[in-house]
């Protein structure tokens, strides 16, 4: 019988044992095999839940997919790690949770931070109706033409449009939705969730337009409602 695919939420902010409940940090404990964005973090976030790292198979996910199965081909648990947050969600991870289902493994997803989640939580903005888009391109043109693009289909499905960026262009994001948005579009910044540090602003852009303030480098997730 093959093992299971374990998909494990690692903390944005807070420590594992202030973030993950009881049950999923057990299965982490319990697990020897990992598939992982990065492998420094990795250990990191296994130390921080009470293991050794050292005792750990710890695979970065690369190209050869196939390979990383094997422990669960054999009838060993995998447990799949993202460098922060929720695993396979714009992260390397779906490719592994796309290639187990196509064998007929059982992916189990534990509970864990998603910092969407909690952005939109936090937003004020519709939480009945809303996508995650990603990252918005980086050429000037395109981000411009996609920024209207979803300002109209969230005018239109009354649907909260979320999105991300690299920290390093939190700023030009941030500009260019300022200068594409209609004044009455609500936006919302949610930066460094879970952290000491962190900040969830949501206003119109005539508002945000008046504060001129960047966000600087820093985890963010960017949320749009057009006013309709």
């Not at 940090?25 to 992982?36: G, M, Q």
């Not at 921080?48 to 199965?69: N, Q, R």
């Not at 509970?111 to 009945?128: C, F, K, W």
Request: include cysteine; charge should be neutral; aromatic fraction near 4%.
């Amino acid at each position: 019988m093959a093992g299971i695919l374990y998909a494990i939420p690692t903390p944005l902010g807070a420590s594992p044992e202030e973030s993950l409940p009881v049950s999923a940090l057990l299965t982490v404990r319990s697990l020897r095999d990992f598939a992982v964005e990065n492998a420094k973090s990795a250990r990191a976030f296994l130390s921080a839940c009470g293991c050794d790292p050292k005792l750990a198979s710890i695979v970065e996910i690369g190209d050869d997919i196939g390979a990383l199965l094997q422990p669960l081909r054999d009838g060993r648990p995998l447990g799949l790690l993202s460098e922060a947050g929720c695993p396979a969600i714009a992260d390397p991870g779906a490719k592994l949770v796309e290639a187990a289902h196509s064998e007929g493994i059982r992916v189990v997803p534990l509970v864990g931070p998603s910092s969407i989640v909690l952005a939109l939580m936090a937003s004020g903005l519709e939480g009945q109706r809303f996508a995650f888009c990603g990252y918005l391109p980086r050429e000037k043109a395109q981000r411009e033409k996609r920024i209207r693009e979803l300002e109209l289909r969230s005018r239109r499905e009354g649907e909260t449009q979320i999105f991300i960026e690299t920290p390093y262009r939190n700023d030009s994001l941030l500009e260019a939705l300022l200068a594409t948005c209609a004044p009455q579009t609500r936006l919302c910044v949610a930066s460094d969730l879970t952290m000491p540090t962190e900040s969830v602003a949501t206003a119109p852009i005539a508002a945000w337009r008046r504060k001129r303030h960047g966000i600087g480098k820093r985890a963010a997730i960017f949320l749009l409602l057009s006013a309709g």
